[in-house]
């Protein structure tokens, strides 16, 4: 999709991080990650609120300069060569970063002469992008009044207009509805199905399975794993028997009825009174176990089963805490609005 | 404003100023078509104005007596024109704290882009929107009685000291909008700082009215300055060069100031 840039890139990846760190004052959001990301391949970088996630991407794109450690981008060091960063990547942010004012169109067109393009280069470009993201019909409205999800497809577009090598995904579809994030995972799908490079930042860990080839989990500042989706998955030990008690009072009686079953402690959440409990390759006699020791206690459960491990569990297993957890000791500087969870995770 | 351009790497040094002019008039166009597209911006720096003039003209003007023999609408448009050209730098620090906000400058950031041409660009748009409602002013004012009275070249001199005037509290603007970064604080201090600037001066009353511990105020701050030069050059029979020279040295002090700051703020904005 993309021509080869001229600078030293050759055969490395197109994405390298050793060792890098960034403070903020007595915060510290990035506390020496590495990351490798070879071309053509999506990397989904997983964490909550606050993991450093965004203080990564604002490095690799030239937004911010790392305290130490080392950033490279097509082979080109960010800190000492930003300029030929910048001409290779695109970035499309947590929230749409258009002129609301302008339509589509002239968002775009703008976009495109700001990377040098000529007046009908910019402008075929511009209906070439709209067609793709599905923007044709609403092109010449102004962007104020796209849907959410408009906004952020035109966002996405106007990442894409310099045609770059690679492309840096921070939450893109935190805030949107859930049919409006399946749309934008389509999209991003037949984007990296053309090739494109991308780093992909999420707090939902079934966008990560969904879209990315290789997927790193940091929290607090910290790479703490990385593997493929199943092989994270793997990392749980196996499959998952998961039930919620209505009545919060018999939890901790559910949870000494089904002890002697798992191969760990089981994880309550109090608020919603779902119970979990890695069962390794015991499976189904696992789950009949579990039922016989529920029904002796007397203890009542719905939505009783057995099922495969979802990366909120790797998240458990890996950092003790859930996915969702706020952070509030490393959020980033400058109290930028992060936009809420939306509906798609824990709910049903 | 010097080209510090994005590009380190091929293109020439040639090649990355006509880029920073460029992307200078690709962001001042951008910035026009929003204000045209925004009516609450048009009300804000046209039709304010002209009621300002109006309520000075017909309502207070009648009770203010100035020295000389000086029409009140005389005395009174040179002061207008530099409160409008004040004014419409509120526009700027808004502008700038929203694209802030909204991502829109750490897209650019991230662009091959003249790193210049976002604040070059916001300067050049702000400025030829303030000299539009300048000369709107300025017509209103002759329809109301106001005229020219020292002949056509101090009159221009009067409306490109005023735009310069405006570029200067711009860059003031510019600089609290990237500084503060967030549009409600900016809406809430913008215009606190420049009401007492503007009315504490000689723009709309002769400062001999006041008290005396006013007057120790209004005869010695730069907007008087500014204004007296203007009054001087629309009206002629003024003293005009200690004014004159007062508002230069005052305007450029603004600039060697501001102008930094800005580009500093804007480098570290996001």
């Given at each position: 999709?993309?021509?080869?840039?001229?600078?030293?890139?050759?055969?490395?990846?197109?994405?390298?991080?050793?060792?890098?760190?960034?403070?903020?004052?007595?915060?510290?959001?990035?506390?020496?990650?590495?990351?490798?990301?070879?071309?053509?391949?999506?990397l989904g970088v997983l964490?909550?609120?606050?993991?450093?996630?965004?203080?990564?991407?604002?490095?690799?794109?030239?937004?911010?300069?790392?305290?130490?450690?080392?950033?490279?981008?097509?082979?080109?060091?960010?800190?000492?060569?930003?300029?030929?960063?910048?001409?290779?990547?695109?970035?499309?942010?947590?929230?749409?970063?258009?002129?609301?004012?302008?339509?589509?169109?002239?968002?775009?067109e703008?976009?495109?002469?700001?990377?040098?393009?000529?007046?009908?280069?910019?402008?075929?470009?511009?209906?070439?992008?709209?067609?793709?993201?599905?923007?044709?019909?609403?092109?010449?409205?102004p962007a104020k009044n796209f849907s959410g999800g408009m906004q952020r497809r035109l966002d996405l577009a106007a990442s894409l207009v310099g045609q770059p090598q690679v492309l840096f995904l921070d939450e893109p579809t935190t805030g949107l509805d859930p049919r409006s994030?399946?749309?934008?995972w389509d999209i991003i799908r037949s984007l990296v199905a053309a090739g494109t490079t991308t780093l992909l930042t999420t707090q939902y860990l079934d966008e990560a399975d969904e879209l990315a080839d290789e997927i790193v989990v940091i929290d607090r500042g910290l790479v703490i794993a990385s593997g493929t989706a199943e092989e994270l998955k793997g990392?749980?030990?196996?499959?998952?028997?998961?039930?919620?008690?209505?009545?919060?009072?018999?939890?901790?009686?559910?949870?000494?009825?089904?002890?002697?079953?798992?191969n760990g402690e089981p994880h309550v959440d109090t608020e919603t009174g779902v119970v979990s409990l890695g069962v390794g390759g015991g499976g189904s006699d696992a789950l009949i176990q579990a039922v016989r020791g529920l029904d002796g206690a007397g203890v009542e459960t719905r939505g009783l089963a057995l099922r495969r491990p979802s990366l909120d569990d790797v998240f458990l297993a890996l950092t003790g805490h859930a996915a969702e957890d706020e952070e509030p000791q490393s959020r980033r500087r400058g109290g930028r609005r992060k936009a809420r969870n939306d509906t798609a995770k824990g709910e049903s | 404003m010097t080209a510090v351009a994005a590009q380190g790497g091929a293109p020439g040094s040639l090649a990355r100023a006509r880029w920073a002019v460029t992307d200078t008039l690709t962001i001042t166009r951008r910035n026009l078509l929003v204000w045209m597209r925004v009516p609450a911006y048009i009300v804000f720096t046209v039709i304010q104005p002209v009621m300002f003039v109006l309520l000075f003209r017909y309502v207070f003007g009648g009770a203010i007596k100035v020295p000389g023999r000086i029409p009140y609408v005389d005395f009174l448009m040179p002061g207008i024109i530099a409160q409008t050209a004040a004014f419409a730098t509120f526009g700027t620090a808004i502008a700038l704290a929203q694209e802030l906000k909204k991502?829109?400058?750490?897209?650019?950031?991230?662009?091959?882009?003249?790193?210049?041409?976002?604040?070059?660009?916001?300067?050049?748009?702000?400025?030829?929107?303030?000299?539009?409602?300048?000369?709107?002013?300025?017509?209103?004012?002759?329809?109301?009685?106001?005229?020219?009275?020292n002949g056509a070249v101090p009159a221009v001199g009067m409306v490109v000291l005023a735009t310069v005037f405006g570029l200067a509290i711009c860059c003031i603007s510019a600089y609290t909008g990237l500084a503060i970064g967030d549009e409600e604080s900016v809406q809430a201090f913008g215009l606190i700082w420049l009401f007492p600037v503007t009315f504490l001066s000689s723009a709309f009353v002769p400062i001999s009215t006041m008290p005396g511990w006013l007057?120790?105020?209004?005869?010695?701050?730069?907007?008087t300055f500014v204004i007296d030069t203007m009054r001087a050059l629309a009206l002629g029979h003024l003293?005009?060069?200690?004014?004159?020279?007062?508002?230069?040295?005052c305007l450029a002090a603004v600039f060697i100031v501001f102008l930094p700051l800005a580009v500093r703020a804007y480098r570290r904005a996001g």
């Open positions: 999709m993309s021509p080869s840039s001229s600078g030293p890139a050759g055969a490395g990846p197109a994405i390298l991080v050793q060792g890098l760190t960034k403070s903020f004052g007595d915060v510290h959001a990035l506390r020496g990650i590495d990351l490798s990301v070879p071309r053509g391949t999506v964490g909550p609120n606050g993991a450093g996630k965004t203080t990564a991407v604002r490095i690799l794109t030239t937004l911010l300069r790392p305290d130490g450690g080392r950033a490279e981008v097509e082979g080109h060091d960010v800190v000492r060569e930003p300029a030929a960063v910048r001409r290779s990547i695109g970035l499309s942010g947590q929230s749409a970063a258009i002129q609301e004012e302008l339509t589509g169109r002239e968002n775009l703008i976009i495109g002469r700001l990377y040098h393009l000529s007046w009908p280069t910019a402008r075929s470009r511009a209906a070439d992008l709209l067609k793709q993201f599905d923007l044709v019909d609403a092109a010449d409205r994030r399946l749309g934008m990392r749980v030990g196996g499959d998952v028997v998961e039930f919620t008690v209505p009545d919060r009072r018999r939890v901790a009686d559910a949870v000494a009825a089904i002890a002697q079953v798992g | 991502g829109v400058i750490d897209r650019l950031k991230s662009m091959p882009m003249a790193r210049s041409a976002v604040l070059a660009g916001r300067l050049v748009a702000d400025t030829g929107r303030m000299l539009v409602t300048i000369l709107i002013v300025v017509g209103v004012g002759y329809a109301v009685g106001f005229r020219f009275r007057q120790a105020f209004a005869n010695n701050q730069p907007v003293p005009i060069e200690a004014n004159l020279l007062k508002s230069v040295a």
